[in-house]
């Protein structure tokens, strides 16, 4: 069913469409179609957007919206939705405003009474939890920790004792910096790190957060991490 609110209304819409987190072919007929029909992409690197569009052959203009030109670029974008045109927001990989550039954005279009859709579809948070194999009735999303090693360890002490599963994203270049803080702080509990989903190296590690810290070791860490943590004190075996 086509939705009564999809890119054909006169007034400017701003969608906000989830795009592959690796794998071309995790986007929907939905968002294409979205992409194609919108004025204007606003993405967060507008080269990086660009191969996604060429292999589906989408010619949509595109310009850039990221963290460091969010306010004046948000603020043109916002004239431009007035005029009735519509936007799609994009961001490299997965869900826009999901640790990624998009809320100022939402913000400003609130105040200014702008319609915005979703245009839903893969996030690296949802599909690893998906395989992480830990309980998944409720999680707690935390991002990025502090990549400083005292705050890290300070923002983890608050959340020692979440009972629910425990879900973040970290770089390959502070993974093992980052265990090394979980096992001091939580203690040897079951992880689950999934590692390049959707591409070639995709690889998911279950087990204790010291023998993902041993296999991290013996295998110097590359590609996108996202770490799934048993809450409190939970133990899957
Ligand atoms: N908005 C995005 C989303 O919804 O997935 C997340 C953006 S955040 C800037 C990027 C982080 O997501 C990476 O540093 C990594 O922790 C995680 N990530 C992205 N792609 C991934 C993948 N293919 N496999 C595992 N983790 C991934």
Redesign the pocket.
């Known amino acids: 069913m086509v939705h009564s609110t999809d890119v054909s209304s006169t007034e400017g819409v701003l969608y906000i469409v ?1 795009t592959p ?2 794998n071309l072919e995790d986007i929907t007929l939905r968002a294409l179609r979205t992409l194609k029909a919108v004025d204007l992409i606003a993405a967060e690197d507008t080269r990086h957007t660009r191969r996604l569009l060429a292999h589906y052959e989408i010619g949509t203009p595109t310009t850039s919206y990221f963290e460091g030109n969010q306010i004046q670029k948000g603020e043109k974008l916002v004239a431009r939705l007035k005029t009735g045109d519509s936007i799609a927001l994009v ?10 550039p998009g809320y100022r954005l939402l913000a400003q279009c609130i105040e200014a009474d702008i319609p915005i859709i979703p245009i839903p579809g ?7 939890a998906s395989v992480a194999g830990l309980p998944l009735h409720n999680f707690v999303f935390e ?2 920790l502090s990549p400083k090693s005292g705050r890290r360890k300070r923002q983890l002490a608050d959340l020692r004792e979440e009972k629910r599963t425990l879900i ?4 390959p270049y502070r993974i093992i910096q980052f265990l090394g803080d979980v096992l001091e702080v939580f203690g040897d509990r079951q992880v689950a790190i ?6 070639k190296f ?1 690889e998911v590690f279950r087990g204790k957060v010291t023998e993902a810290i041993e296999k991290l070791q013996r295998t110097p860490p590359r ?4 770490i799934v943590i048993a809450g409190y004190p939970l133990r899957v075996e």
């Open positions: 989830s987190i690796g961001s490299d990989a997965g869900t826009p405003t999901i640790s990624d893969p996030s690296a948070c949802i599909a690893a991002g990025f973040f994203y970290e770089s999934a590692r390049e989903l959707t591409k995709e590609g996108e991490f996202t």
